[in-house]
């Protein structure tokens, strides 16, 4: 069986790359990084503090682009396809956002208070 060819390869591949680094970024918001300033909502010190908000906003952008490439420049771009998997993905990512906001937002209120020190 024949393997089919995006539609636009230009855009597909730039898409493709867009998506890895939005994906790398989601990843590198988590690392564990001891010189950071203050721990992150998950209760360490990582190279992105606002995790996992940052890593949420990371993984819904890279989901995002990939559906865009898929339906824009894709081989199968201008077919009808579900919307049901990336609408469920993004109102998980939602909940995610969701049941961490408050103690983000109670975190950095703190830090503005100047009632959390930093090492």
């Known amino acids: 069986m024949e393997r089919k060819q995006p539609k636009n390869p230009a855009l597909y591949g730039a898409l493709l790359g867009l998506s890895g680094l939005f994906t790398l970024a989601a990843i590198l918001t988590l690392v564990p990084n001891p010189g950071a300033r203050w721990e992150n909502v998950l209760g360490y010190r990582s190279l992105c ?9 990371c993984a819904f952008l890279a989901g995002a682009t990939c559906v865009i490439r898929a339906r824009i420049a894709g081989p199968r771009a201008g077919e009808k396809r579900s919307l049901v998997a990336p609408v469920v993905v993004a109102a998980a990512l939602a909940a995610v956002v969701a049941l961490t906001l408050p103690a983000y937002l109670s975190v950095k209120a703190d830090v503005g208070t100047g009632a959390s020190v930093a090492p």
């Not at 503090?49 to 906003?57: L, S």
């Open 49 to 57: 503090t606002f995790a996992p908000i940052a890593t949420v906003i």
